[in-house]
């Protein structure tokens, strides 16, 4: 069965960097548009960022926008979102997410992916 895993969260500091990675396991991605959403506590969870089937097209959330970056390898059925400037409302569990059949500004809606991960926590504290 294809899961999807990340990996690279943590505690930083305001104004620092992560790189989160999604690895896909038991199955091929390659086809799939790719999102990361997050979810603060007592918060729903919201669009973070999503890369297209070729890699070729971004989208991103306008408080993330500049700061962070999406990527993929589908070679490597990876995809990493790395963050930089980092703020303390960043803070959340951050969750990678694979949609088979979406395309253009659907990527931002949660309700068309078909696979998640379990999420990783990133915490920005000083």
């Known amino acids: 069965q294809a899961q999807l895993v990340e990996s690279g969260g943590g505690l930083v500091q305001p104004g620092d960097s992560l790189r989160l990675s999604c690895a896909a396991s038991?199955?091929?991605?390659?086809?799939?548009?790719m999102g990361w959403f997050r979810q603060a506590p007592g918060k729903a969870r919201e669009f973070v960022a999503a890369?297209?089937?070729?890699?070729?097209?971004?989208y991103y959330a306008d408080s993330v926008k500049g700061r962070f970056t999406i990527s993929r390898d589908k070679s490597k059925s990876t995809v990493h979102l790395q963050m930089n400037s980092l703020k303390p409302e960043d803070t959340a569990v951050y969750y990678c997410?694979?949609?088979?059949w979406g395309a253009g500004i659907s990527l931002m809606k949660d309700s068309g992916y078909d696979y998640w991960g379990q999420g990783t926590q990133v915490t920005v504290s000083s």
């Open positions: 890369i297209n089937w070729s890699g070729l097209v971004t």
């Open positions: 997410a694979a949609d088979r």
């Open positions: 038991g199955g091929s991605f390659s086809n799939h548009a």
